[in-house]
């Protein structure tokens, strides 16, 4: 994957590309995503993927006139248009997930396919949502993946803890990413998608983890009632961050939508 | 030197494995734990005390705001400010504060400021602070990176609510409204002074200095860990050119004890300083700081390391650690004179906050130690800075001539005269 700048309307957008094939939009979750991430490398096979950054993640550029649901929404299709892209394949893993259906509900007509992998975006009182922004880093791997102990290998691959600059990177770096995606998943992950949903027209594909601990996949039929013909892969032995557990699987799930 | 008694209010019947059997004091404190029947005599005492501190020549009393907090049980300080207005003459009424991005809208804090100095007769200090994490986000909801935003607006809002005498229309980003015209308005003019807690962010030692607001350090670890933090903070009242450095500028909160001599002071108090220490300052570590809470200057500032606990924890720490290192100023009238006159020229601070009622610390105690320190060693440090002894532009300036609760007589004396 090369890394890449777009110049938009509000910030240059950092964003990594790669592989060959139809053009496929990929939007990463809260946690953001580096260029070994092995579901890009998995999608890359057969699709060119272009995979922005929001504002603040990595190395880009901050845009604090982005604050609410409508603005990302709006600003990603920005990032869509600068990209020269016209009705790309459109797939979003949790709170990217969130920011493609939004787009797919505002603009119905301009994405015909949509893959939401363990998306965020919906409430249910019966099954509360953790709250991620008071999670411990050494609570993390328990909610985010099937495998803790192979998760938490995973997260702490490169890192030096023992490094006295690690935690004032590390704090940094959470509040330039998890301060901008607060802007629609703070306190509650839910901005009011459940009654656009029924906007959408694209062909929809809903993955999710039967272990996601942190979005529990009984969301995952609300997504299914409330998107037109939306079809749903379960899979087995994988938790919320999916695309690191089941890396294949998930891309041949998107792989559906042609 | 001005001298502000402060409570902050502790719940004081935490059990004492507290600690174990939770994991915090503050947002998802265990609800069972409060005893609304036993809260009745808490608050009472609480009031009883800071009114007692303002007969014995404190310069202010004060409270402040917490939620969901079992070290601090005022989520509304202006209704206990209100009550304190009533029963107390002379002292200031320091309420440090409102945290103001939570009101909706802010014409609200606006408004309540304004009673409170009207009841008092102009005797109102207001504090606006941006609220901890703890209070502004995981427990009201606010949206951690836009919370300083919103607290700007609302900060605008209010002073011009205040200080503007014909309605206006007010077109901001989280508020808006179109006939903004408070009624009453504050008896101090332009308005009444304005402190604002902060934590060591470089915005904020700008907003205080170029707007004439003074910067209060409200910490429970001690003037000696503050030092770097009001250095850098003086450095930038320099760097800013700000007409002076009045001590006034600032303002610190210290724990302090006092009694006859040192070992008194370990024998009576000891018990309830690690009662605030183990069990009070208790909070989840994930309730912290949100992520964009704190501005990336902030961060990459290393203040937080100041602001953290000690290595180790509070809980580690002996009776003698804490007032050696100076988190607890604690002792004889003379150690503590002492210490405090360390403090007030080692941090140049002209404001103190003195927090004298301390964990579960009874009623007599704490009457005995606030009296000696009013008595013994407030007299001492009142002349400290005489080169700005007439610097009055961040205490409050109450009417000369002022009415006292309960002054009508028990029953009407006849008739009224109804008028011509």
């Not at chain 2, 901001?172 to 009624?183: A, E, F, P, S």
């Not at chain 2, 003074?214 to 450095?235: D, E, H, P, T, V």
């Not at chain 2, 009874?362 to 007299?379: G, H, I, N, Q, R």
Request: aromatic fraction near 10%; hydrophobic fraction near 40%.
């Amino acid at each position: 994957m090369d890394l890449k700048t777009v110049q938009t309307h509000h910030v240059p957008v950092r964003y990594l590309t790669g592989g060959q094939g139809p053009a496929l939009v990929f939007l990463h979750g809260a946690g953001g995503v580096t260029a070994d991430d092995p579901l890009l490398a998995e999608l890359a096979k057969s699709h060119t993927v272009y995979a922005p950054l929001v504002p603040g993640y990595g190395d880009s550029e901050e845009a604090p006139e982005i604050r609410d649901m409508l603005d990302f929404t709006l600003h990603t299709w920005d990032v869509v248009a600068a990209l020269g892209l016209r009705d790309p394949i459109l797939v979003g893993h949790s709170m990217g997930g969130m920011i493609a259906a939004e787009m797919a509900a505002i603009a119905p007509n301009d994405v015909s396919r949509l893959a939401l992998i363990a998306p965020a975006g919906l409430w249910d009182d019966e099954h509360p949502i953790p709250d991620l922004f008071t999670v411990l880093p050494f609570e993390m791997p328990e909610l985010l993946f099937h495998d803790a102990e192979a998760g938490a290998a995973m997260m702490t691959a490169g890192r030096d803890v023992t490094d006295p600059n690690f935690l004032q990177t590390y704090l940094v770096t959470n509040a330039r990413q998890l301060g901008m995606a607060g802007r629609i998943l703070f306190p509650i992950p839910e901005r009011g998608l459940s009654q656009r949903l029924y906007r959408i027209k694209a062909r929809t594909v809903v993955v999710w983890g039967d272990s996601d601990r942190l979005i529990p996949p009984v969301y995952a039929h609300g997504f299914k009632k409330g998107i037109a013909g939306a079809e749903l892969v379960s899979i087995p032995e994988a938790g919320h961050l999916i695309n690191l557990e089941k890396p294949a699987v998930v891309a041949e799930a998107v792989g559906r939508l042609g | 030197m001005k001298f502000t008694w402060f409570n902050l209010m502790p719940w004081p019947y935490l059990p004492d494995d507290f600690r174990e059997k939770n994991r915090s004091v503050w947002v998802d404190i265990d609800q069972r734990l409060f005893d609304p029947a036993k809260s009745h005599e808490v608050y009472n005492t609480y009031m009883d005390l800071l009114e007692y501190a303002g007969t014995l020549g404190f310069d202010g009393i004060g409270v402040n705001e917490h939620h969901q907090n079992g070290y601090g049980i005022m989520p509304s300080p202006n209704i206990i400010a209100a009550g304190l207005a009533r029963r107390t003459v002379d002292p200031a009424i320091v309420v440090l504060g409102n945290s103001i991005a939570l009101y909706n809208p802010p014409v609200r804090v606006a408004e309540e400021f304004a009673m409170l100095d009207c009841i008092s007769g102009g005797r109102l200090v207001a504090g606006f602070p941006v609220g901890t994490s703890m209070d502004t986000n995981y427990c009201y909801g606010q949206i951690p990176s836009l919370t300083r935003e919103k607290y700007q607006e609302a900060h605008d809002l209010i002073i011009k609510a205040w200080t503007e005498r014909d309605p206006f229309a007010f077109n901001g980003r989280y508020n808006k409204l179109r006939h903004v015209n408070i009624w009453p308005r504050p008896i101090q003019q332009p308005r009444p002074p304005i402190h604002i807690p902060g934590g060591g962010s470089v915005e904020t030692y700008d907003f205080c200095i170029d707007n004439t607001y003074s910067y209060s350090y409200l910490s429970f670890s001690g003037y000696i860990r503050a030092q770097a933090l009001m250095n850098g903070y003086w450095k930038r009242v320099e760097e800013r050119g700000a007409p002076d450095k009045s001590p006034y500028r600032a303002g610190f909160a210290q724990t302090i004890c006092v009694a006859e001599t040192d070992e008194e002071a370990e024998r009576l108090y000891s018990e309830h300083v690690s009662y605030f220490y183990n069990r009070c300052l208790h909070v989840y570590p994930g309730f912290a700081d949100a992520p964009g809470y704190r501005t990336i200057k902030t961060i990459q500032s290393g203040a937080l390391s100041q602001y953290a606990p000690p290595t180790g924890g509070y809980s580690s720490l002996t009776w003698k650690e804490l007032t050696e290192q100076g988190h607890v100023i604690a002792g004889s009238p003379e150690t503590v004179r002492q210490r405090m006159e360390e403090m007030i020229k080692g941090l140049h601070v002209g404001n103190i906050f003195c927090l004298m009622h301390v964990g579960n610390m009874p009623a007599d105690k704490c009457m005995y130690s606030t009296k000696l320190f009013a008595e013994k060693v407030m007299p001492k440090l009142r002349n400290i800075f005489p080169e700005y002894a007439d610097d009055d532009r961040f205490w409050c300036k109450p009417l000369a001539k002022r009415v006292s609760a309960g002054s009508l007589p028990a029953e009407p004396a006849r008739a009224p005269i109804p008028a011509e």
